[in-house]
Nanobody, 122 residues
């Protein structure tokens, strides 16, 4: 499966952005999809993930209550709605996919898209 992330940009603190992860290839609806981010000089960290059928979601502590992950399997797309953005949310955001189960560790995801840059100004 091939993934392409989009939707990043420059936003003021307190603002919102919605990222999209579009997938090509068969059986996208069978994959768990996760969002990760990497800020300059820092390790890549888990942001959110969603199971193949969207029954379960999981969030990193830093974004819990502010970000929402969702998916539309008919459109082969996963979304990350980001609200109440903070300057510390500034990073390159990546989407990734793997077969079940849902996990939050970077190295356990098999397919990665290119990043989309989110910059939050104070």
């Amino acid at each position: 499966v091939q993934l392409q992330a989009s939707g990043g940009g420059l936003v003021q603190a307190g603002g919102s952005l919605r990222l999209s992860c579009a997938a090509s290839g068969r059986a996208f609806s069978s994959y768990v999809v996760g969002w990760f981010r990497q800020a300059p000089g820092k390790e890549r960290e888990f942001v959110a993930a969603i199971t193949s059928s969207a029954v379960r979601t999981y969030y990193g502590d830093a974004v819990k209550g502010r970000f929402t992950i969702s998916r539309d399997n008919a459109k082969n797309t996963v979304y990350l709605q980001m609200n109440s953005l903070k300057p510390e949310d500034t990073a390159l955001y990546y989407c990734a996919a793997r077969l079940s189960p849902l996990v939050i560790t970077t190295r356990q995801y098999d397919y990665w898209g290119q990043g989309t840059l989110v910059t939050v100004s104070s």
